[in-house]
T-cell receptor, first 113, second 117 residues
Framework: AQTVTQSQPEMSVQEAETVTLSCTYD???????LFWYKQPPSRQMILVIR??????QNATENRFSVNFQKAAKSFSLKISDSQLGDTAMYFC??????????FGKGTKLSVKP | DTGVSQNPRHKITKRGQNVTFRCDPI?????LYWYRQTLGQGPEFLTY????????KSRLLSDRFSAERPKGSFSTLEIQRTEQGDSAMYLC???????????????FGAGTRLSVL
């Protein structure tokens, strides 16, 4: 069975600084995708970034980038130039052959002015 | 594209009552997923549909839970004889998939928060 582990329950960062959120996963599948979702307080979950397991190049989306280490089964999210609007719960998720997503427990990120 | 819509946003009920939630996915999305999220946890998968067919059910989906997607568009999730442990946020997501590829992005609704007293 696949598992996703986020070891940082809470993190904080100063506005304009850089922060990295950690995620590890376990799977025996070879074809899968990894996702980071953001859930602002009392708002719906939105996709931040997606990584295809067969691609060695790390995905980037503006200020968001990942460090994907397939052998280590590690998938961290780096947020550069943090903004107040980045304050949210961040969930790492695994998408495999079954179609549904498996989520970690989340990291609560607070961006301080 | 109006996004995934869930109704109601909040539901308070007494233990033992039945409740039903509705999810309207993004039009033309053929997959629809239900997840449950309790406080301090990530969403947990319950079930999903491809068109009108229910393809997968989690063991979390006890026999008190039933989900339907009768015409391959909106879906309903019913909980019978609610228990206090059913209190949670119920999230719906939709996506467009071809061939069962895992790459497809799931778009989430705002959820229905259920409180069982």
């Amino acid at each position: 069975a696949q598992t996703v582990t986020q070891s940082q329950p809470e993190m904080s960062v100063q506005e304009a600084e850089t922060v990295t959120l950690s995620c590890t996963y376990d799977t025996s599948e070879s074809n899968y995708y990894l996702f980071w979702y953001k859930q602002p307080p009392s708002r719906q979950m939105i996709l931040v970034i997606r990584q295809e397991a067969y691609k060695q190049q790390n995905a980037t989306e503006n200020r968001f980038s990942v460090n994907f280490q397939k052998a280590a089964k590690s998938f961290s999210l780096k947020i550069s130039d943090s903004q107040l609007g980045d304050t949210a719960m961040y969930f790492c998720a695994f998408g495999g052959s079954q179609g549904n997503l498996i989520f970690g427990k989340g990291t609560k990120l607070s961006v301080k002015p | 594209d109006t996004g995934v819509s869930q109704n109601p946003r909040h539901k308070i009920t007494k233990r033992g009552q039945n409740v039903t939630f509705r999810c309207d996915p993004i039009s033309e999305h053929n997959r629809l997923y239900w997840y449950r999220q309790t406080l301090g946890q990530g969403p947990e998968f319950l079930t999903y549909f491809q068109n009108e067919a229910q393809l997968e059910k989690s063991r979390l989906l006890s026999d008190r839970f039933s989900a339907e997607r009768p015409k391959g568009s909106f879906s309903t999730l019913e909980i019978q004889r609610t228990e206090q442990g059913d209190s949670a946020m119920y999230l719906c997501a939709s996506g467009l998939t071809t061939g069962g590829s895992p790459k497809n992005i799931q778009y989430f609704g705002a959820g229905t928060r259920l409180s069982v007293l």
